[in-house]
């Protein structure tokens, strides 16, 4: 019998003392992970979830890590992470845009070649599902493209008068200067990864996104936009259409300037996405 494993992870706030007097204050963080744990729930998952202060690099890489030794081929993992998406500068050169991408963890950002790494480790046969409301999500990782490169959210809230949106965007100038005060921690962290690690996964992976990588993904007073949209989809679980069906009715419920994205890494399984969400 398959069995589900699932993590789910929310910040509405990181520690300034990494991030150099920055809190990144958000709203809805942890209301998406608590309401993406109740779904995993209702389906069977055995869950863990990890708000804030508990949302540390170590809890999130142990729990990814435990998840990897007890799935075996058959068994299906379930990632979400809702807050601040991040950047530092790429040492391994396999990113166009010079850049790696990041989440922004309670204590410090979690790499995305880190990220990989850690779905590399999954058995062949694993499914792996990721859901990702975070700024700059479009592939979780790749392409990232910071809000001054792109105007359209900031036209979004010039239209609409007295709203003040929210984005889970960490600002360049808090990036650089957070990698610049742990520039050594950093940069062992990408070397210690080699290559491309997206190319060594095994396991079958689709990610839903909150956003294309040139967007940002909107905070909100309960749930942040795109968990919303997927919150409505699912309907308490009334939905019985496949993950691609699932996407683009999420899709079709987001307004322009922030389209989920749906990416896969490692091996195709058309068995995998065809089936109803949160399958165990």
């Known amino acids: ?33 608590r309401d993406m744990a109740e779904i995993a ?13 508990r949302a540390t690099r170590s809890a999130v890489l142990s729990g990814i890590d435990r998840a990897c030794k007890a799935l075996r081929s058959g068994d299906i993992f379930l990632l979400t992470y809702s807050g601040h998406g991040g950047q530092v500068p790429d040492r391994n050169y396999d990113e166009p845009d010079a850049q790696d991408e990041t989440w922004c963890l309670f204590n410090g950002e979690l790499i995305d070649d880190e990220i990989y790494k850690a779905l590399g480790r999954f058995k062949p046969g694993v499914r792996v599902l990721v859901f990702s409301d975070s700024c700059h999500s479009g592939t979780v990782t790749k392409a990232m493209f910071y809000a001054t490169r792109g105007a359209a959210p900031a036209a979004a809230a010039a239209g609409t008068p007295g709203v003040t949106l929210r984005y889970r ?13 742990h520039r050594a921690m950093y940069d062992k962290l990408q070397d210690a990864v080699k290559g491309n690690p ?83």
């Open 198 to 280: 997206a190319a060594a996964v095994r396991a079958s992976v689709i990610l839903v996104s909150g956003c294309q990588d040139n967007q940002l993904s909107q905070d909100g007073d309960f749930n942040g936009l795109f968990t919303a949209n997927l919150l409505r989809v699912w309907k308490e679980g009334h939905f019985t259409g496949s993950y691609r069906k699932f996407y683009t009715a999420i899709v079709a419920g987001m307004p322009p300037d922030q389209t989920p994205n749906f990416f896969t890494v490692g091996a195709t399984s058309r068995a995998f996405q065809g089936q109803r969400p949160f399958t165990v």
């Open 41 to 53: 729930r209702s389906r069977k998952f055995k869950v863990q979830t990890l708000l804030t202060r």
């Open 169 to 181: 965007n960490m600002p360049r100038e808090i990036a650089l200067r957070t990698y610049r005060a």
């Open 1 to 33: 019998m398959a069995k589900g494993l699932a993590l789910t992870i929310g910040l509405n706030a990181v520690d300034p003392k990494h991030y150099q007097g920055w809190s990144g204050k958000l709203n809805a963080c942890e209301a998406d992970a």
